[in-house]
């Protein structure tokens, strides 16, 4: 069994190895120091809530604050049946912001992917080239449009995918999770340099409206609750090779608040990983499950110590192998992100990472989870 598991992890080590190298070989794209573009694109920013009356007006007030051209950018808020004030307030707004901010009541019907549905019914009313997805907790840096339009202009990109971190969260569990965000976006963002896209998140999504509607839109994956991310961003690829890019930028960054507790984490991760049963496409899978064999080789190498004759070697081995890659793959992205302060909570990670991968994935077999005061499927 020994031999296996040091297979797995020089597999596991080379890897990560590979992303990390990817990372630094990625530009960093600046839109203030690109040429002057020509004509820009008229963005849709779609933004589905549903009970945000906290949150959305620091985005809306964000989204006030753009480099981007007021006339430039519409503001669709889908209120998803909210039973507090959150539509009140989009409209109350429409009438302070300078952009157009149009407040989309929507019909409370049993839906599957509610926010799918959100988008959906967004998108067949906006009136922008591009499409950009966003959430009601985000907040979004000023020049986040206008990196965005340039590096469309730029690379001619039919889905682009930004970057995500946490706000200033100084808890244990805040920073646990603003490593593992890391983690995904980074991997997810290195697949697409290399052409094979993977992961990818709706808080920071764009993608042209024609080619939604060239592929169908959700057809196909909306009786899944999630995906409405990962799922569209594999019928666009399959369509149009090439087409997927990331956009690492400082300036295209979207803030987000880790999950305030256990409860809300696991129906989180386990909404996100109710979609894996649906990729079409072989390799998101194939890497599920060599990440997840790759992190029940440390804790099956520690039973091993104890029970089976591992050696003290052996294991502290297998241990390196996992930890030194991606100690320079996870310090890379957070830095990046502006998160070095976090670099510490790597290793603490790293101990409960494992545990974590096979517990979910475990809990994605079984259906159901709570979502925003809703139970689906």
Same mark, same amino acid.
């Given at each position: 069994?020994?031999?296996?598991?040091?297979?797995?992890?020089?597999?596991?080590?080379?890897?990560?190895?590979?992303?990390?190298?990817?990372?630094?070989?990625?530009?960093?794209?600046?839109?203030?120091?690109?040429?002057?573009?020509?004509?820009?694109?008229?963005?849709?920013? @779609?933004?589905?809530?549903?009970?945000?009356?906290?949150?959305?007006?620091?985005?809306?007030?964000?989204?006030?604050?753009?480099?981007?051209?007021?006339?430039?950018?519409?503001?669709?808020?889908?209120?998803?049946?909210?039973?507090?004030?959150?539509?009140?307030?989009? #409209?109350?707004?429409?009438?302070?912001?300078?952009?157009?901010?149009?407040?989309?009541?929507?019909?409370?019907?049993?839906?599957?992917?509610?926010?799918?549905?959100?988008?959906?019914? &967004?998108?067949?009313?906006?009136?922008?080239?591009?499409?950009?997805?966003?959430?009601?907790?985000?907040?979004?840096?000023?020049?986040?449009?206008?990196?965005?339009?340039?590096?469309? #202009? #730029?690379?001619?990109?039919?889905?682009?995918?930004?970057?995500?971190?946490?706000?200033?969260?100084?808890?244990?569990?805040?920073?646990?999770?603003?490593?593992?965000?890391?983690?995904?976006?980074?991997?997810?963002?290195?697949?697409?340099?290399?052409? &094979?896209?993977?992961?990818?998140?709706?808080?920071?999504?764009?993608?042209?409206?024609?080619?939604?509607?060239?592929?169908?839109?959700?057809?196909? @994956?909306?009786?899944?609750?999630?995906?409405?991310?990962?799922?569209?961003?594999?019928?666009?690829?399959?369509?149009?090779?090439?087409?997927?890019?990331?956009?690492?930028?400082?300036?295209?960054?979207?803030?987000?608040?880790?999950?305030?507790?256990?409860?809300?984490?696991?129906?989180?991760?386990?909404?996100?990983?109710?979609?894996?049963?649906?990729?079409? &496409?072989?390799?998101?899978?194939?890497?599920?499950?060599?990440?997840?064999?790759?992190?029940?080789?440390?804790?099956?190498?520690?039973?091993?110590?104890?029970?089976?004759?591992?050696?003290?070697?052996?294991? @502290?081995?297998?241990?390196?192998?996992?930890?030194?890659?991606?100690?320079?793959?996870?310090?890379?992205?957070?830095?990046?992100?502006?998160?070095?302060?976090?670099?510490?909570?790597?290793?603490?990670? #790293?101990?409960?990472?494992?545990?974590?991968?096979?517990?979910?994935?475990?809990?994605?077999?079984?259906?159901?989870?709570?979502?925003?005061?809703?139970?689906?499927?």
């Amino acid at each position: 069994m020994i031999y296996v598991l040091i297979g797995i992890s020089i597999l596991y080590a080379l890897f990560t190895l590979i992303l990390a190298v990817t990372w630094w070989r990625m530009p960093v794209f600046r839109a203030s120091s690109a040429p002057p573009p020509g004509n820009l694109p008229r963005i849709s920013v @779609i933004i589905p809530v549903r009970n945000e009356a906290f949150t959305l007006p620091l985005l809306l007030a964000d989204l006030k604050a753009q480099t981007y051209a007021p006339d430039l950018f519409e503001v669709i808020v889908a209120d998803d049946s909210s039973t507090d004030n959150t539509l009140q307030i989009a #409209q109350e707004l429409a009438r302070a912001v300078p952009y157009a901010l149009r407040p989309l009541p929507l019909a409370n019907e049993p839906t599957t992917s509610p926010k799918k549905r959100a988008i959906r019914q &967004s998108i067949t009313q906006a009136t922008g080239d591009l499409i950009v997805t966003t959430d009601g907790d985000c907040r979004v840096g000023p020049r986040w449009l206008e990196s965005i339009a340039v590096f469309y #202009q #730029q690379t001619g990109a039919r889905l682009i995918s930004g970057p995500i971190s946490f706000n200033s969260d100084h808890t244990v569990f805040g920073n646990l999770q603003t490593v593992e965000s890391s983690s995904l976006i980074g991997a997810g963002a290195c697949t697409m340099y290399l052409g &094979s896209p993977t992961m990818c998140n709706g808080a920071n999504l764009t993608y042209e409206k024609r080619v939604f509607e060239a592929v169908s839109g959700f057809d196909g @994956i909306d009786h899944v609750a999630s995906g409405d991310d990962e799922l569209l961003m594999h019928k666009i690829a399959s369509r149009y090779p090439g087409g997927v890019k990331f956009l690492k930028s400082p300036d295209a960054i979207v803030h987000t608040a880790p999950q305030p507790g256990l409860r809300a984490f696991y129906h989180q991760r386990k909404r996100w990983a109710s979609k894996w049963r649906a990729y079409q &496409s072989i390799l998101p899978s194939l890497l599920a499950v060599f990440i997840f064999a790759s992190n029940l080789a440390v804790p099956l190498a520690v039973i091993g110590y104890w029970c089976f004759g591992v050696s003290g070697y052996q294991l @502290i081995g297998l241990t390196a192998l996992k930890a030194v890659p991606e100690w320079l793959f996870l310090g890379s992205v957070l830095t990046f992100l502006k998160k070095k302060r976090v670099l510490i909570w790597i290793p603490v990670t #790293q101990l409960v990472y494992p545990l974590y991968v096979v517990f979910f994935g475990l809990a994605a077999q079984q259906k159901g989870f709570r979502w925003k005061g809703r139970d689906l499927q």
